[in-house]
């Protein structure tokens, strides 16, 4: 598969869990009265749009988002007052906000249901061989394949996968001797394990503070409709406490900002899942559902987080904030949000480069 396949089918990925987010937004909007100019996917130059009913649907030249574009936002608009967004009570204009959100919520659930029914649980085996080599690794620059069977860690004799964790960590050396058998060959490859931030060492935890980038052999167990859906359940709102951990920790200072990822990061995972398969693609829409909903509950300016702070300052005070003002609000979530993208650019380049 080319890199232009990889980027499309990242692309196509990525825009699937964008559609979901404003598709939230258009129904809770169009269930409530309020009127939707358009619906779009992507930013910046149409590239194709067709109009149906009152909303005309289209596609813009930068796919890195989207949105609706209600009725009665902008200042001297004329429009039926029944169609307005601000005409609207609180709880119905709260209700449209967050169906974005939860539009994605929902749908991270569907996506790890769809692929605990169809797949199964995977439970991790106990037998020393490598289920997977993680891209750009220490492993995968070794020459470590799936299926490697490791025998011996720098002399000492592995039993369990397990034991290949401990002796990395264990080892005081800067590279370290595996035995592996492939096939019916022996082999011996030598790795140079990456230190770890202190961020990743948090997440990790067990003492774990090198890696060399192998994951355990699974095997899938069948999960039926009603536990799959309660795994389901339960591991969304586990990464999701995770992820409102990770990114406190990333602004009190105590995670990296090199940690953050951008556009060419996720779109080349988005890919690269699409390339290794279906149950891929389902763990990626899965993640990337729970980061955008997440994401956009974050109190800043333009993210739906900060919609709601305005709209419930505007309700206590029982009157519209100054137009100048919230565009003065905009603004700023502009520079904010420009100004993390471009960070995240930076360290997307970083990696692409080493």
Do not use: C
């Given at each position: 598969m080319t890199k232009k396949m990889v980027v499309l089918l990242g692309l196509l990925v990525l825009s699937v869990v964008i559609?979901?987010?404003e598709l939230g937004h258009f129904l809770a909007a169009r269930a409530v009265g309020v009127r939707v100019y358009e619906f779009a996917v992507g930013f910046g130059k149409k590239l194709l749009s067709v109009q149906a009913g009152q909303t005309e649907f289209?596609?813009?030249?930068?796919?890195?988002?989207?949105?609706?574009?209600?009725?009665?936002?902008?200042?001297?608009?004329e429009v039926a007052?029944?169609?307005?967004?601000?005409?609207?009570?609180?709880?119905?204009?709260?209700?449209?906000?967050?169906?974005?959100?939860?539009?994605?919520?929902?749908?991270?659930?569907?996506?790890?249901?769809?692929?605990?029914?169809?797949y199964g649980l995977a439970i991790p085996s106990e037998r020393p061989v490598v289920g997977q080599v993680m891209r750009g690794s220490p492993a995968e620059d070794a020459g470590f394949k799936k299926g490697d069977i490791v025998l011996f860690v720098?002399?000492?004799?592995?039993?369990?996968?397990?034991?290949?964790?401990?002796?990395v960590q264990e080892s005081a050396k800067d590279k370290i001797e595996f035995k592996i058998k492939r096939g019916q060959e022996e082999l011996t490859l030598t790795v140079k394990p990456r230190?770890?931030?202190?961020?990743?060492?948090?997440?990790?935890?067990?003492?774990?503070?090198?890696?060399?980038?192998?994951?355990?052999?699974?095997?899938?167990?069948?999960?039926?409709?009603?536990?799959s859906i309660k795994l389901a359940i339960f591991k969304t709102v586990e990464v999701s406490?995770?992820?409102?951990?990770?990114?406190?920790?990333?602004?009190?200072?105590?995670?990296?900002?090199?940690?953050?990822?951008?556009?060419?990061?996720?779109?080349s995972e988005a890919g690269q899942s699409a390339k290794e398969g279906f149950k891929s693609v389902l763990s990626f829409l899965f993640i990337i559902s729970v980061n955008l909903a997440l994401i956009n509950l974050f109190p800043i300016p333009l993210l739906d987080g900060g919609h709601i702070v305005v709209l419930s300052i505007e309700s206590l005070l029982r009157r519209e904030l100054p137009f100048f003002l919230k565009n003065a609000l905009n603004i700023l979530g502009f520079v904010i949000l420009v100004g993390l993208m471009l960070l995240a650019l930076?360290?997307?380049?970083?990696?692409?480069?080493?």
């Open positions: 559609i979901i987010h289209s596609l813009r030249l930068v796919p890195l988002g989207g949105f609706v574009a209600l009725a009665g936002l902008d200042e001297g608009e007052p029944e169609e307005d967004f601000k005409n609207k009570s609180y709880l119905a204009r709260l209700f449209i906000i967050l169906a974005g959100p939860l539009f994605n919520f929902i749908s991270a659930v569907f996506f790890l249901f769809l692929s605990l029914w169809i720098d002399g000492v004799q592995i039993n369990v996968f397990a034991d290949i964790a401990k002796a230190e770890l931030k202190e961020s990743e060492k948090k997440v990790l935890g067990g003492g774990i503070n090198k890696l060399i980038g192998i994951r355990v052999e699974e095997n899938f167990q069948p999960v039926s409709l009603g536990e406490a995770l992820i409102v951990k990770l990114v406190k920790d990333l602004f009190s200072g105590e995670a990296s900002k090199e940690d953050l990822a951008g556009p060419v990061y996720i779109i930076k360290n997307d380049i970083v990696r692409l480069i080493y």
